[in-house]
């Protein structure tokens, strides 16, 4: 048990014993209610904050919202306090209450900058931040959530593509290995959670639904010891269950490229669109003369296919089973989805396997900064989970997305430009260390 302060009075005291007393007897909820009574009665901010935990350990949250309030109401300078208020109300939907809690720790942490210096006290203060379970809990995973989806929604349960970039980032795995690590972050087994599934999420919403700090719960394994997938068929998020259930479901398997291109590159396929290509590659399911108009094929189809048909090839042994709900991986043959309508254009390109090539190399779409120490072109989505990874465009999609959570904006002026290059500057050059990335962001928002 914490040592409180002097209780106030007889009656606070009174109120204090019996909340430990209810607490050790296990009635939580009982004992939320003393302390509640105890925290509105007194001044001691002891008293106040304990009442925060009981009420948080007991997800009463209409009673933490009180408790953390009155613990904010008396130690106002007290970042923990407003944090614990937020969160509170955050559960309640008491979203306006919530901001207000947020711009006084904001207030708190700029008064800090102008008393220590800006950068060291920025950086210390976005330090803090980080060390707190709702950086992990609210923070990455509302950052990681719209990538696992089609829809992009931020509201969907934790599951294991969200869960190992929040991993990767609490640990400062280097970004790179994003789509391409034979690696999956779990919840640590002494939870006693069931197990990770390759047929359903119910592991993750265990974990969620329990409320577990993510940031201390969650470690790392290796995808190919819990999904089957033999290690060199494993490639980051894009082999994890929840991606495969989104984007290799149905279709012709070009859904997964284009989401990694969308969430990780920064670009959507009309970005990319290159109509001076070698169509050579373009499978027999796009018609080469759509209406009955080549040039309709020549102007738009060419634009997207070209770049991203040898892409998505890397992918040709996979799919998603939805009788079975996982993942599936069948090596040395190729997916019959890569001959849906193969007769629409019989001459076109017929996959025999998963080589694919990099045809953005040349033409307009070198300006993604492919890594020149990479060849270009290989065997399977490990591969070619590298070569997106190892661009300069990912690095600044990463450096960009982090600006848009922390800022609450986008990179607006040239001076706005000139810190996100030397963010990823330094994101690239020191190992590509997300968290980093959230300090250095953060610390120049928090300083404007
Ligand atoms: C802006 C980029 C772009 C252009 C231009 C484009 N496509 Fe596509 N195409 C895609 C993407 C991305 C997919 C994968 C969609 C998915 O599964 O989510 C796709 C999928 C397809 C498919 C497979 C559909 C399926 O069953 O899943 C066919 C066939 C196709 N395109 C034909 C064409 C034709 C014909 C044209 C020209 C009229 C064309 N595309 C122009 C991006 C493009």
């Known amino acids: 048990m914490e040592t409180l302060g002097e209780p106030t009075s007889e009656e606070v005291m009174y109120r204090v014993f019996a909340a430990e007393y209810l607490g050790a007897e296990g009635d939580l909820q009982g004992a939320v209610g003393e302390y509640l009574e105890a925290a509105i009665e007194s001044d001691d901010p002891a008293i106040a904050r304990r009442a925060t935990r009981v009420a948080f350990a007991a997800e009463a949250w209409q009673e933490a919202v009180m408790a953390a309030d009155r613990w904010a109401l008396i130690e106002p300078d007290n970042v923990a306090a407003h944090e614990?208020?937020?969160?509170?109300?955050?559960?309640?939907?008491?979203?306006?209450?919530a901001e207000y809690h947020i711009m006084r720790i904001l207030d708190l942490m700029e008064d800090e900058i102008v008393n220590n210096g800006p950068v060291v006290g920025a950086l210390e203060a976005a330090r803090m931040a980080m060390d707190n379970p709702n950086f992990y809990k609210v923070t990455l995973k509302n950052f990681a959530t719209p990538w696992t989806n089609r829809d992009q929604d931020v509201f969907v349960p934790l599951?294991?593509?969200?869960?190992?970039?929040?991993?990767?980032?609490?640990?400062?795995?280097?970004?790179?290995?994003l789509l391409s690590a034979d690696l999956v972050y779990v919840a640590d087994p002494v939870l006693g959670l069931s197990p990770y599934s390759t047929t359903d999420n119910v592991h993750y919403r265990q974990l969620e639904d329990g409320n577990y700090s993510l940031k201390d719960h969650l470690v790392a394994t290796t995808q190919s010891s819990v999904s089957g997938l033999p290690p060199a068929a494993t490639a980051g998020v894009m082999t994890s269950r929840a991606a495969a259930a989104e984007f290799f479901?149905?279709?012709?398997?070009?859904?997964?490229?284009?989401?990694?291109?969308?969430?990780?590159?920064?670009?959507?396929?009309?970005?990319?669109?290159?109509?001076?290509?070698?169509?050579?590659?373009?499978?027999?399911?796009?018609s080469r003369s759509p209406g009955g108009d080549s040039r309709l094929f020549l102007n738009n189809c060419v634009g997207c296919h070209t770049g991203m048909d040898p892409m998505a090839q890397a992918f040709a042994y996979y799919d998603?089973?939805?009788?079975?709900?996982?993942?599936?991986?069948?090596?040395?043959?190729?997916?019959?989805?890569?001959?849906?309508?193969?007769?629409?254009?019989?001459?076109?390109?017929?996959?025999?396997?998963?080589?694919?090539?990099?045809?953005?190399?040349?033409?307009?779409?070198?300006?993604?900064?492919?890594?020149?120490?990479l060849p270009g072109r290989g065997q399977g989505a490990k591969s070619m989970g590298q070569e997106l990874a190892n661009s300069q465009a990912f690095a600044q999609c990463q450096v960009k997305k982090v600006f848009r959570t922390v800022c609450l904006r986008e990179p607006e002026d040239q001076t706005d430009r000139d810190e996100v290059n030397t963010i990823v500057g330094t994101f690239t050059g020191t190992g590509y260390r997300m968290k980093q990335v959230f300090a250095d962001t953060a610390a120049y928002c928090m300083g404007q």
């Open 159 to 177: 599951n294991d593509y969200s869960a190992t970039v929040i991993g990767m980032v609490r640990d400062n795995v280097p970004f790179t290995e």
């Open 249 to 286: 479901v149905a279709g012709t398997n070009r859904a997964m490229f284009r989401f990694t291109l969308m969430n990780h590159m920064c670009n959507d396929m009309e970005q990319m669109l290159d109509t001076k290509l070698p169509p050579d590659w373009i499978r027999q399911d796009v």
């Open 84 to 97: 614990s208020a937020a969160a509170a109300m955050l559960q309640v939907a008491d979203y306006l209450g």
């Open 320 to 373: 998603y089973n939805v009788d079975t709900g996982s993942i599936e991986y069948t090596e040395g043959t190729v997916q019959p989805k890569y001959f849906n309508n193969d007769l629409n254009f019989p001459q076109g390109f017929r996959t025999p396997n998963d080589d694919w090539e990099n045809y953005w190399r040349i033409g307009q779409n070198r300006h993604l900064g492919w890594d020149p120490a």
